[in-house]
């Protein structure tokens, strides 16, 4: 998961910065005194009040003003530091309404990356010349393939003899890059004893565990079973917190200085909310860490488990490190046709007559998730939802909406994440309700890898309209951006503003024009919108008086449409400060 910083910019960044820099009190002095300190450049505050200024000063890791040139050299004394980016743009630190670090390390720690571009059958060989060098592992986990059945996979089955060329002695499990589905070989149906479970998994109209036409387990797993294999593979503390660390870097080095960590676990088998709160303790966080942690459709206890989660967001409530919320998964995917829908998928996705995707919460448990919520709410914490079709955005509304009528005067900043579709009449309730949404606009963009499967639920013209984001904002819905684990924030931004894709070789089409939103609402969905969701309005997401020192200079002015349309996806950040501490970015090359 880590991006590396090329030589060159992080040349180019230090560069920029240290020829900058102007200590007047001497270069140790500056060191020392890292948090006093002004900075002078084109500063975009994302406050309505005073959009634009020449120079913030910051005193302790706080804000102390932000405003012109003048007014701010009454705040230097000796010990503070000067740093002039000139023509460069100071935005605040950028934030991510909905991502995944603890997650992702259930697939990629201790495990092996695929390539989405690779066929299976590359994909598993590279598995085998893993193993081979990774000898004496209990099962081997992979993530990121991806399968086109009419396209690079074309005539391979999805079943275990992918990975069965890998090893048919040691349990292999590999999950698709979109991350909610998983091939499993042979060797690992028997070690999980899949076909022991199917009555288990295969029951409400959900089929998790993939059978063939003798009842057997083909290997391909789907949704619940999916994490619950997945999340059973012990990971150690300290395994976890190197993860975490690696990965915080990349983040930073994408302009992020807080993220929502949306879905963590505390278990014997993955002890992640120990690892955030002692990395913490230890000051190694740099990224502010917003986490919720996350509540399944077979936890066994779910209101129990709940008021563990209260305890645990009273222990962990440090700058870095803060447990906000609750995440609850209640459909799937689009590319492992396991979203839910209120209408039947169209026949080419081959799932019959009467198949609306995969429902992870039901009628029959629906008063148990409305309790979730209110036990959450009365006690300070929110409720994330995972919803993309709009079966499960409409579940989700009707959920928040039962909870909230017995709490009408609550704090409501409850929400779901993703919504690939919703209907009108979902899409009016929700300002009324005071539920937010986290989108994702680089799944805006119609590529050639998601096309197929998107259509193949909706049909074409209605796959068009999927992934609103105009429509949210002008009903005055409280609308976040997340990345979902990856783009930097140039990526969110052109997608946003042109409804495109940047590398056109993947699709040139253009989905939804009128969707495009401005440069400006772009970046407020990357600010104070998000930082709104957590909470943390007063804290982060602006530039001004008493927030965080949370900054991050580029050479682009995000603010121009000219300058998004034509914009390089791949931009760094030429500095981050987090709390008034600069970070190192050539420390990401390490």
Not at 31 to 58: F, I, R, S, W
Not at 263 to 280: Q, R
Not at 498 to 510: F, G, I, M
Request: hydrophobic letters at 35%.
């Amino acid at each position: 998961m880590k991006k590396k910083f090329t030589g060159l910019l992080a040349f180019l960044a230090l560069t920029a910065l240290f020829s900058a820099v102007i200590f007047a009190g001497g270069c140790d002095g500056g060191k020392e005194n890292a948090n006093d300190m002004v900075l002078y450049g084109n500063v975009v505050t994302m406050d309505e009040d005073n959009p634009l200024c020449e120079a913030v000063v910051v005193k302790n890791g706080t804000i102390v003003f932000a405003g012109s040139k003048d007014e701010a050299e009454k705040y230097i004394s000796a010990k503070t530091s000067s740093i002039d980016y000139g023509d460069n743009f100071i935005y605040p630190g950028f934030v991510d309404g909905h991502s995944h670090i603890g997650l992702m390390a259930t697939l990629l720690c201790n495990g092996l990356q695929l390539r989405a571009e690779d066929p299976l059958i590359e994909n598993a060989a590279k598995m085998k010349e893993f193993i081979e060098k990774n000898p004496g592992k209990e099962v081997y986990k992979g993530f990121g393939f991806w399968y086109l059945s009419d396209g690079k996979d074309k005539g391979t089955s999805l079943d275990h003899s992918i990975f069965d060329r890998a090893s048919t002695t040691v349990p292999i499990v590999c999950v698709d890059g979109g991350g909610h589905s998983a091939l499993l070989n042979k060797a690992a149906i028997k070690h999980f004893k899949l076909k022991e479970l199917i009555p288990v998994y295969n029951k409400d109209g959900c089929d998790g565990i993939k059978v063939d036409a003798d009842g057997e387990p083909t290997g391909y797993v789907v949704e619940t079973p999916r994490f619950d294999i997945v999340e059973s593979l012990p990971i150690s503390k300290e395994d976890l917190k190197r993860y975490i660390l690696d990965n915080q870097e990349d983040y930073i080095s994408r302009g992020y200085t807080t993220i929502c960590e949306a879905g963590i676990l505390e278990t014997e088998a993955l002890p992640m909310v120990s690892a955030y709160k002692e990395l913490a303790q230890e000051k190694k966080l740099k990224l502010k860490i917003r986490a919720l942690c996350q509540i399944s459709e077979t936890t066994k206890d779910p209101l129990k488990e709940v008021e563990r989660i209260i305890s645990l967001a009273k222990q962990c409530n440090d700058e870095y490190f803060k447990i906000i919320g609750v995440k609850i998964f209640v459909d799937g995917v689009p590319e492992a046709l396991t979203s839910w829908t209120n209408k039947p998928y169209t026949a080419s996705a081959g799932k019959g007559d009467n198949y609306y995707g995969y429902k992870r919460w039901t009628d029959s448990n629906k008063e148990t998730f409305t309790e979730i919520v209110r036990k959450a709410n009365k006690n300070g914490l929110l409720v994330h939802a995972h919803a993309m079709g709009e079966g499960a955005v409409h579940y989700v509304t009707d959920r928040f909406e039962e909870a909230r009528k017995d709490m009408p005067d609550e704090d409501y900043r409850n929400g779901f994440a993703h919504v690939s579709f919703i209907e009108d009449e979902d899409m009016n309730r929700l300002k009324d309700n005071k539920i937010s949404v986290f989108l994702a606009p680089q799944w805006s963009a119609w590529k050639d890898d998601t096309k197929g499967d998107e259509t193949k639920i909706y049909g074409e013209e209605k796959a068009k309209q999927m992934y609103k984001i105009k429509s949210f904002i002008d009903k005055g819905v409280t609308a976040s951006f997340h990345t979902d684990g990856a783009g930097t924030v140039p990526k969110m931004i052109y997608c946003a503003v042109t409804r495109s894709y940047p590398d056109k070789t993947l699709n040139p089409q253009v989905r939804g024009e009128n969707e495009k939103v401005s440069p400006a609402e772009a970046l407020k969905c990357l600010s104070v919108v998000p930082a709104y969701t957590m909470k943390e309005q007063d804290n982060i997401g602006c530039i001004k008086k008493g927030m965080r020192a949370d900054l991050v200079v580029y050479d682009t002015d995000f603010r121009d449409k000219d300058t998004v349309a034509s914009l390089d996806c791949t931009k760094l950040p030429l500095s981050v400060f987090s709390s008034g501490k600069h970070i190192d970015l050539s420390e990401t090359d390490k």
